[in-house]
C-alpha cells in the first residue's frame, strides 16, 4: 500500500520544483522545499512545505485524459494522480508559504 504513495509524492516533487523553477527566475536567489514523512500503524502522511508564490494544486482542472500521449499537452498528470491515489490530500497557504498534506491509508 504504502508503494502506491511513491508515484504522488514523485508527481508532487515535480510540480513543487517547477514552482520553484519559475520563482528563482521570476524573484531570483534560492528557496527551500521542505518534505516530511510521517508513518503510523493505519496511515502514512506526506507534508510538502515551500516558500514559493501561492499555488493551490487542488484547485487545477481535470486533465483531458481521451488523447494519445502523443497528442496530449504536457501537464497536469502529476496532480491528478495525486488526487486519485491519496486518501486525503488539503492544501493551505501559511505565513512562510505553500503546505500541501497528502494521506495514504495502509
Given at each position: 500500500m504504502v508503494r502506491s504513495s511513491l508515484p504522488s509524492l514523485d508527481a508532487c516533487l515535480r510540480g513543487t520544483a517547477h514552482q520553484h523553477d519559475i520563482l528563482r527566475v521570476s524573484r531570483?536567489?534560492?528557496?527551500?522545499?521542505?518534505?516530511?514523512?510521517?508513518?503510523?500503524?493505519?496511515?502514512?502522511?506526506?507534508?510538502?512545505?515551500?516558500?514559493?508564490?501561492p499555488f493551490n494544486p487542488l484547485e487545477a482542472g481535470a486533465p483531458d485524459l481521451e488523447p494519445s500521449l502523443e497528442e496530449r499537452a504536457v501537464g497536469g498528470l502529476g496532480i491528478h494522480f495525486v488526487k486519485k491515489l491519496m486518501d486525503d490530500v488539503s492544501y493551505e497557504r501559511t505565513s512562510s508559504g505553500n503546505r500541501l498534506v497528502l494521506v495514504k491509508k495502509v
Open positions: 531570483g536567489g534560492e528557496h527551500s522545499i521542505r518534505l516530511s514523512v510521517s508513518p503510523a500503524r493505519a496511515f502514512v502522511e506526506i507534508v510538502l512545505e515551500d516558500d514559493a508564490i
